[in-house]
């Protein structure tokens, strides 16, 4: 059964914005467009499903309630939010992945890798870490060498979970950034210069504080793979 790229339609804003990006997915990957009326429902032959989003449907990432949870948890595809203040062609191709080094999604990882190759673009991985826990009991100030020990051991984590991936798309050139900053902040900031953020989520768990963030103020669409 040939795989499809899934979008909505309805006269809304949004709903045109996803389908036209969705469109475009289309013709990168070289498969059918689907456009269907309200909101798309999971389909087997579908490979991503595409979905306009009002940044006022996301609740704040300081309260719990939103009316998106239940798409994002029964999905068995990848989702990719699009949202409504999309304007024009985006000024970059590259995609920007969020990876957990020391738990990470593979399906997410394969999506990044894709859509990176499929649009013959940079992969932008990044690996947002905190001081280990030991640290907050250190008297005085963390001393610069056991930093860039941390730090060397999150750079080596993320390069040895990559590797198998890079060995496999060897033509996709990738940045690796190990950065100390939140999930939800460094995503946010390199939404800017991306065509794409990738985040994954395993399923039954509970949205979190990032994936709200993403939503409701990333500059790019966003897609969130099972």
Same mark, same amino acid.
């Given at each position: 059964?040939?795989?499809? %790229?899934?979008?909505?339609?309805?006269?809304?804003?949004? /709903?045109?914005?996803?389908?036209?990006?969705?469109?475009?997915?289309?013709?990168?990957?070289?498969?059918?467009?689907?456009?269907?009326?309200?909101?798309?429902?999971?389909?087997?032959?579908? @490979?991503?499903?595409?979905?306009? $989003?009002?940044?006022?449907?996301? +609740?704040?990432?300081?309260? +719990?309630?939103?009316?998106?949870?239940?798409?994002?948890?029964?999905?068995?595809?990848?989702?990719?939010?699009?949202?409504?203040? $999309?304007?024009?062609? =985006?000024?970059?191709?590259?995609?920007?992945?969020?990876?957990?080094?020391?738990?990470?999604?593979? +399906?997410? %990882?394969?999506?990044?890798?894709?859509?990176?190759?499929?649009?013959?673009?940079? =992969?932008?991985?990044?690996?947002?870490? /905190?001081?280990?826990?030991?640290?907050?009991? =250190?008297?005085?100030? %963390?001393?610069?060498?056991?930093?860039?020990?941390?730090?060397?051991?999150?750079?080596?984590?993320?390069?040895?979970?990559?590797?198998?991936?890079?060995? @496999?798309?060897?033509?996709?050139?990738?940045?690796?950034?190990?950065?100390?900053?939140?999930?939800?902040?460094?995503?946010?900031?390199?939404?800017?210069?991306?065509?794409?953020?990738?985040?994954?989520?395993?399923?039954?768990?509970?949205?979190?504080?990032? $994936?709200?963030? $993403? =939503?409701?103020?990333?500059?790019?669409?966003?897609?969130?793979?099972?």
């Amino acid at each position: 059964m040939e795989q499809v %790229i899934l979008a909505s339609s309805d006269p809304s804003a949004p /709903s045109r914005t996803a389908a036209d990006w969705a469109a475009q997915e289309a013709r990168l990957h070289g498969l059918p467009l689907r456009v269907v009326y309200g909101s798309p429902q999971e389909v087997s032959e579908a @490979k991503v499903v595409v979905c306009g $989003l009002r940044r006022e449907d996301v +609740a704040d990432p300081q309260t +719990a309630g939103s009316p998106l949870p239940a798409n994002v948890e029964a999905a068995a595809r990848p989702l990719v939010f699009v949202p409504d203040n $999309l304007c024009g062609p =985006l000024h970059s191709e590259e995609v920007t992945l969020g990876v957990d080094a020391r738990n990470p999604a593979a +399906a997410a %990882i394969d999506f990044a890798f894709d859509s990176a190759r499929i649009r013959g673009s940079g =992969l932008h991985v990044v690996n947002a870490w /905190s001081l280990p826990a030991s640290a907050a009991e =250190l008297p005085f100030a %963390i001393p610069e060498e056991d930093r860039a020990a941390w730090e060397n051991q999150e750079v080596q984590q993320l390069a040895d979970t990559l590797q198998p991936w890079r060995e @496999k798309h060897p033509e996709v050139p990738v940045l690796q950034d190990v950065v100390l900053f939140t999930p939800a902040y460094a995503l946010l900031h390199c939404s800017a210069g991306a065509a794409l953020v990738v985040v994954g989520r395993r399923p039954g768990a509970e949205w979190g504080y990032m $994936l709200r963030s $993403l =939503l409701r103020e990333a500059a790019c669409p966003v897609a969130v793979v099972p």
